[in-house]
């Protein structure tokens, strides 16, 4: 059986959505935050950097979101193209841009202070902002053009469901935050998530963390 350690609408989130996908048994731990259970021996054995989520398998504890998701796809043979697939090629190449520009550009987004200093918050979001439109009109103009089925309004994935924790996290504080992107803006990317939003599954968690009925395309904080 998983345990995923987990708090709300954090990444641990889009781990639990995936896990009621799969319908696997898992046991969904919430995190003690307030009695330090982060800072704990236990709980920096999973996860070294204290961070959220922590993930316990049978093949030992994992961190870092992005290697659960892919770890459940490939261990349950769903919601990814299999190794052997002739679309592994490309799904691999997009899932790295996404975990590797989108998701850290995201971060500098909400913790600006963190790259530089108190100091230069203004220029880090400046540019941070100007990253982030790059990389989602990218993508955007890739699922466009090239309609994958591992992102898709047809059949849900881990990148559909990755692309909108991330897209929940860019609109939830509303127009005239720093953070901010208009779903509107990438008109190939909104039908997908629309669609992975009305799962079953991320309605189950969405309603469990208090998310909104919406949580991809319409948050609420």
């Avoid at 990755?162 to 609109?171: F, Q």
Wanted: hydrophobic fraction near 45%.
């Amino acid at each position: 059986m998983y345990t995923i350690h987990y708090t709300p609408d954090t990444a641990s989130m889009v781990v639990r959505i995936v896990l009621t996908e799969l319908g696997v048994p898992a046991k969904h731990q919430l995190i003690d935050r307030e009695a330090g259970m982060l800072d704990t021996p236990a709980y920096r054995a999973m996860n070294p950097l204290g961070q959220v989520p922590a993930f316990e398998t049978p093949d030992g504890p994992m961190f870092e979101t992005a290697a659960i998701l892919l770890y459940l796809a490939d261990k349950h043979n769903a919601l990814a193209p299999a190794v052997t697939s002739a679309q592994r090629a490309a799904f691999l190449k997009w899932y790295f841009f996404i975990s590797f520009n989108i998701h850290p550009t995201l971060m500098q987004l909400f913790y600006p202070e963190r790259v530089a200093g108190a100091d230069h918050v203004a220029p880090v979001v400046a540019a941070a902002r100007e990253r982030m439109a790059t990389y989602l009109s990218i993508f955007d103009a890739m699922v466009a053009a090239e309609k994958p089925n591992w992102f898709s309004p047809n059949e849900p994935s881990i990148m559909g469901h990755c692309i909108g924790m991330l897209m929940r996290w860019l609109a939830v504080y509303g127009p005239g935050h720093h953070t901010y992107f208009d779903l509107r803006d990438y008109r190939a990317i909104g039908p997908v998530l629309a669609m992975h939003e009305m799962r079953p599954a991320a309605q189950k968690i969405a309603q469990f963390e208090e998310l909104g009925a919406m949580p991809y395309t319409n948050p609420v904080s």
